[in-house]
């Protein structure tokens, strides 16, 4: 059974930087892309951020492209999504997910294993 636990969101005023991390359980972590995805009240769950397997693909939606970093430890079993120049239309609850053994997915369907998710709020 693969389990993820998100954590690092919160308050922060707009300008601000978060880091989320999300801790995987279970076997292979490294054979499998990882995600961030959010989720802003009212609206569909939207594609930020992926990682290949090996952290040397990563890919961005446009909206976070030069603010948001995503990188993985391996070794640890952990993702990383550091968020620099924090917008208030970043608000959202946050999700990592685990995606194929190849590339770096783009599409929510493309995953199979999910966080609860980690509320992030930027104020204005």
């Known amino acids: 059974q693969v389990q993820m636990v998100e954590s690092g969101g919160g308050l922060v005023q707009a300008g601000g930087s978060l880091r989320l991390s999300c801790a995987a359980s279970g076997r292979i972590f490294s054979s499998y892309a990882m995600g961030w995805f959010r989720q802003a009240p009212g609206k569909e769950r939207e594609f930020v951020a992926a990682?290949?397997?090996?952290?040397?693909?990563?890919y961005y939606a446009d909206s976070v492209k030069g603010r948001f970093t995503i990188s993985r430890d391996n070794a640890k079993n952990t993702v990383y999504l550091q968020m620099n120049s924090l917008k208030p239309e970043d608000t959202a609850v946050y999700y990592c997910?685990?995606?194929?053994?190849?590339?770096?997915?783009?599409?929510?369907?493309?995953?199979?294993?999910w966080g609860q998710g980690t509320q992030v709020t930027v104020s204005s």
């Open positions: 990682i290949s397997w090996s952290g040397g693909s990563t």
């Open positions: 997910a685990r995606g194929g053994r190849t590339g770096v997915p783009q599409s929510r369907y493309e995953y199979d294993y």
